[in-house]
């Protein structure tokens, strides 16, 4: 049986049974959880240091009402940082590489951070539909290009991730099957191949961590905008 590139972003299932919410829910078993000890140790200690670091820079520029968005847009950073380092190991499954997961974490988020601003400040909200000094003639023109703008968020905001970890995972799959090709036939090119894989895969791991803050960061403007 051939298998083709694309088989690797197929949704797993187990006798007919989807798989996906088991690879959405195991990750958060390697986590340490926090003890009632006075002192933690090491590996608690760092991970409540990034968190904090994390919300703290994250937050720096919003408004004081949006601090209550930090417990889950922190969170969520966590959340899509581990499906997307888990990804990169052999014979897993991305949930990330999935669209509809990422716009069903994109859209309801983004359509709060609208919703929210509609209800707090709907004057400042829908006045960046339309910017300051705008000639008449050009003002029903940028309303509809902005309001476009405006749905697209969301949109950008799942295509972005769902983009960038497939092309990685197709890349470091090409090159795979091109060294192990090239190897009885050509070593020495396919040691160099070995070597650019391996290049490869710390940019996979550096990708998968910027991704996961860029959408986070994303979000987190939406809701400066908004609050």
């Known amino acids: 049986m051939t298998l083709s590139f694309f088989d690797q972003f197929m949704s797993p299932v187990l006798l007919g049974i989807p798989l996906m919410a088991l690879a959405l829910t195991l990750p958060w078993i390697l ?3 926090p003890t009632l000890r006075w002192l933690n140790n090491r590996l608690l200690t760092l991970q409540n240091w990034f968190l904090g670091r994390f919300a703290h820079e994250l937050f720096m520029p919003v408004n004081i009402p949006g601090h209550k968005w930090a417990l889950l847009l ?3 950073m966590v959340f899509l940082i581990s499906l997307n380092m888990l990804g990169l190991l052999p014979y897993t ?3 990330t590489t999935q669209l509809s997961l990422n716009m069903g974490l994109a859209v309801p988020l983004w359509l709060a951070t609208v919703l929210i601003g509609m209800r707090n400040q709907p004057t400042e909200s829908l006045g960046h539909l339309l910017p300051e000094g705008t ?4 003002i029903p023109v940028l309303i509809i290009i902005e309001t476009i703008s405006l749905f697209i968020r969301p949109l950008a905001l799942g295509v972005r991730l ?13 090159i795979a099957t091109a060294a192990a090709v090239l190897l009885p036939l050509m070593p020495t090119v ?4 070995g070597i650019l894989l391996f290049l490869l895969t710390l940019l996979e791991v550096a990708v998968a961590m910027i991704q996961a803050y860029v959408f986070v960061l994303l979000l987190s403007l939406y809701l400066q905008e908004n609050v």
């Not at 769902?162 to 090409?174: D, E, K, P």
């Not at 396919?190 to 191949?193: H, N, V």
């Open 31 to 33: 986590f340490p959880t």
């Open 162 to 174: 769902t983009a960038n970890l497939t092309a990685g995972h197709l890349l470091i799959q090409l």
């Open 93 to 95: 499954f991305t949930p």
């Open 74 to 76: 922190t969170s969520l």
């Open 190 to 193: 396919a040691i160099l191949t």
């Open 135 to 138: 000639p008449t003639l050009l």
